[in-house]
């Protein structure tokens, strides 16, 4: 079982559609994020959340909207998406100790989004 | 100027071939590096850090050059597992946050052949 779990791993759908997408760590870290992964373009970070608090939002538009019950569970609200919002959404978590960041992010297998 | 940018390959070599790889970041306050790994339709790993005195790990070996700012990869005796897109990833320190800020090149993909 990978530390990092992501459903649905396809996802299509319609530009008035509202879907979700939801992410899940196993690993007890205490940092979340989304992150959009285009063809041919470098990873964009989306949403930063820290103790279930949003600490990052990197201009995202209003479509997209993330929720962070708890440490362990992060979701992606999608409505009324653009057919380029099509790409890989991944989610991912990490350990924040002791006031420094260690690199390393956990990737979960990622959700392949296509809107029609 | 884009924050990381890297040499875009794609790299076909033969097994036991030695390959590198390089990236160029902008913001040279920064502060850590990194090079991860992603296999086809997979996830990106963490392969390993670049610390500035540089460092070795079995055949893969990482450099950074902080007045060029540059960074590379070097992997020795190639294996046909060695065949994925490798992301270099910076962490820079203006935004003062040491949460995941990170900052992907676009990747090199490398293909490794028998």
């Known amino acids: 079982e990978t530390g990092v779990t992501q459903t649905p791993r396809h996802l299509v759908m319609g530009m008035t559609n509202k879907k979700s997408l939801k992410c899940e760590q196993h690993?007890?870290?205490?940092?979340m994020y989304w992150y959009k992964q285009s063809a041919k373009k470098p990873l964009e970070l989306m949403f930063v959340?820290?103790?279930?608090?949003?600490?990052e939002n990197n201009s995202v538009p209003s479509r997209f909207s993330p929720e962070c019950p708890n440490s362990s569970h992060l979701f992606l609200h999608l409505h009324t998406l653009q057919p380029e919002d099509s790409a890989l959404y991944l989610c991912?978590?990490?350990?924040?100790?002791?006031?420094?960041?260690?690199?390393?992010?956990?990737f979960g297998e990622g959700s392949r989004l296509t809107v029609l | 100027r884009k924050e990381v940018e890297q040499d875009p390959g794609p790299f076909n070599v033969p097994e036991g071939a030695t390959v590198a790889f390089n990236c160029t970041y902008s913001?040279?306050?920064?502060?850590?590096f990194f090079w991860y790994r992603q296999d086809c339709r997979k996830e990106p790993k963490l392969l390993m850090s670049?610390?500035?005195s540089g460092n070795e790990d079995g055949r893969f070996t990482a450099q950074l050059n902080r007045a060029s700012q540059y960074i590379s990869l070097l992997i020795r005796d190639s294996k046909l597992s060695d065949s994925a897109t490798y992301l270099c990833?910076?962490?820079?320190?203006?935004?003062?946050?040491?949460?995941?800020?990170?900052?992907f090149g676009r990747g090199t993909q490398l293909t490794v052949w028998p």
């Open positions: 991912a978590s990490s350990q924040k100790g002791g006031g420094t960041y260690t690199g390393e992010l956990f």
């Open positions: 690993l007890g870290h205490n940092a």
């Open positions: 959340y820290n103790f279930k608090e949003q600490t």
């Open positions: 913001n040279s306050a920064s502060q850590s």
């Open positions: 670049v610390y500035s």
């Open positions: 990833v910076v962490n820079p320190a203006d935004r003062g946050s040491t949460l995941g800020r990170l900052y």
